[in-house]
């Protein structure tokens, strides 16, 4: 999976907001960086070369992650972990960030607390979260094709996790009850280019949890056909580019 999560899902969903945030970051001046659920390592590749003077510490809860961003983004100290028990001592860090992981957190009350906890008196909380479902159209595009594919029972992963912390008021409100001060949460819309919307089916049917969802249910090969053609339909054929909003917020300790 993290192979296929970085070769199709990557250059395409994950670089252009990471670029943005590492930007939002470097302004910050921050001399001790903590990532959380860092993946395959675009956002820590990015913070290394926009704040290089940086200690990074990144980490995820998945080692198969760690491992593979370890080799990818050596630039870092890399540790698995669990946003919400993290290892580290209070205060520890000036700044914390996260791409597209908070929605993923299964208490983010504990999760958003730790983070407050290893936070200096004053550092930084910065993190991007999706938009509805329907204001990803690669993601939109992809779920109305699993829905083609099973009518009766399609995969909910996408509209309900990656997508279903799309309340900027929500998130806002579970930032204040862990004790931050919420400094800025406004909606970005970043363009992602595809070779193909095949690359972006394959990336998301073979590289996240809704490949599990499809094995219990069918056969691949076939799923991902129809998948592909819904795809097509709705973004076109060839070279692709599409709209996908985010919120991005960050807050103070």
């Given amino acids: 999976m993290p192979t296929a999560y970085?070769?199709?899902l990557v250059p395409v969903l994950f670089r252009p907001f990471a670029e943005d945030l590492a930007a939002r970051a470097a302004v910050l001046h921050p001399r001790r960086i903590l990532e959380l659920a860092s993946g395959t390592g675009v956002l820590t590749s990015a913070l290394t070369r926009a704040a290089p003077l940086a200690d990074v510490t990144a980490t995820d809860l998945n080692e198969a992650m760690v491992a593979f961003g370890a080799a990818r983004a050596p630039g870092a100290v890399w540790r698995q972990a669990d946003a919400q028990r993290l290892p580290f001592p209070d205060g520890a860090f000036d700044l914390v960030v996260c791409q597209f992981g908070v929605m993923f957190f299964p208490d983010r009350a504990a999760a958003f607390t730790e983070v407050?906890?290893?936070?200096?008196?004053?550092?930084?909380?910065?993190?991007?979260?999706?938009?509805?479902?329907?204001?990803?159209?690669?993601?939109?595009?992809?779920?109305?094709?699993?829905?083609?594919?099973?009518?009766?029972?399609?995969?909910?992963?996408?509209p309900t996790v990656p997508h279903?912390?799309?309340?900027?008021?929500?998130?806002?409100?579970?930032?204040?009850?862990?004790?931050?001060?919420?400094?800025?949460?406004?909606?970005?819309?970043?363009?992602?280019?595809?070779?193909?919307?095949?690359?972006?089916?394959?990336?998301?049917?073979?590289?996240t949890?809704?490949?599990a969802a499809i094995d219990e249910r069918s056969d691949g090969p076939a799923v991902q056909a129809t998948v592909v053609e819904e795809m097509t339909t709705r973004l076109g054929r060839g070279p692709v580019t599409a709209p996908m909003t985010a919120y991005v917020f960050r807050a103070a300790a």
């Fill in 6 to 8: 970085e070769h199709y």
């Fill in 116 to 158: 407050h906890r290893v936070l200096a008196p004053g550092g930084r909380f910065l993190f991007n979260t999706w938009g509805p479902l329907t204001t990803h159209s690669f993601a939109a595009a992809l779920q109305a094709g699993l829905e083609r594919a099973f009518p009766d029972d399609p995969p909910q992963f996408l």
């Fill in 164 to 207: 279903g912390y799309a309340d900027p008021t929500q998130v806002a409100s579970d930032l204040t009850a862990a004790g931050f001060a919420v400094e800025e949460g406004h909606e970005l819309t970043l363009e992602g280019r595809a070779a193909s919307v095949a690359d972006v089916a394959t990336g998301f049917l073979t590289g």
């Fill in 209 to 211: 949890p809704v490949r």
